[in-house]
């Protein structure tokens, strides 16, 4: 089983549009979570940290399940700037992997017209 | 305040040569990273620093060493250029071992 799984896509969705994205972690130890936007031939960027509280930064939600090791990312009301590899990242932080980030596969969103 | 930096943007090889990729932060960050991501791919780590003097493998170290004499440098070198190590290659940095990195803009390798 990969560390970190993700939905590699891709989504192909209409301006204003709702999409979802989902990742799973098989390590129960990790300890911080990210959503890491990258577009075409660039280095990925932050998007958001991931509490497990949930959090929301404008049209972007992030939910944390530590129960079921799930993470997810909503974004609403969809703009043709959003278009790009949405990484989901987790840091396991415990004995040999502390300071490691683990990076999904990335899930590839096309916002059209 | 430039954040992570990058040099060369892009290079040639030659199979068999060997370069150095400059990385450099002006965050004071202790921890930095070496990832490559080849075409489709997911980023793999190839060494960290968790601060100046102490370095680390990661998943992918094998053709590549790695020094950090000051908090801000972190190179990385190649040696003897393969194929296989045709790749775009991201350094990062992070003030701790839990927090977010910050990448740099990447080097464009091509060895043929």
């Known amino acids: 089983r990969k560390e970190v799984e993700q939905d590699p896509g891709p989504f192909n969705v209409p301006e204003g549009a709702t999409v979802a994205f989902n990742c799973t972690y098989s390590n129960s130890a990790s300890q911080s979570f990210f959503w890491y936007r990258q577009d075409c031939r660039k280095e990925p960027k932050l998007l958001m940290s991931v509490y497990s509280s949930g959090n929301e930064d404008g049209r972007f939600t992030a939910q944390l399940n530590r129960a079921s090791q799930y993470i997810s990312l909503l974004i609403r009301d969809s703009k043709l700037s959003d278009s790009a590899t949405y990484l989901c990242?987790?840091?396991?932080?415990?004995?040999?992997?502390?300071?490691?980030?683990?990076f999904g596969q990335g899930t590839i969103l096309t916002v059209h017209p | 305040n430039a954040g992570v930096t990058q040099t060369p943007k892009f290079r040639i090889l030659k199979i068999g040569q060997s370069m150095t990729l400059q990385c450099t932060q002006d965050?004071?960050?202790?921890?930095m990273y070496w990832y490559r991501q080849d075409p489709g791919m997911g980023l793999k780590l190839i060494y960290y620093?968790?601060?100046?003097?102490?370095?680390d493998k990661g998943e992918v170290p094998n053709g590549y060493n790695v020094s950090r004499s000051t908090t801000e440098d972190f190179p990385l070198r190649l040696e003897l250029a393969a194929p296989s190590q045709t790749s775009v290659y991201f350094c990062a940095s992070a003030s701790s071992g839990v927090n977010e990195q910050y990448f740099g803009p990447g080097t464009r390798l091509t060895v043929t």
């Open positions: 620093s968790v601060g100046a003097g102490i370095t």
């Open positions: 965050m004071n960050h202790n921890y």
């Open positions: 990242v987790v840091n396991l932080a415990g004995g040999t992997s502390y300071g490691k980030l683990t």
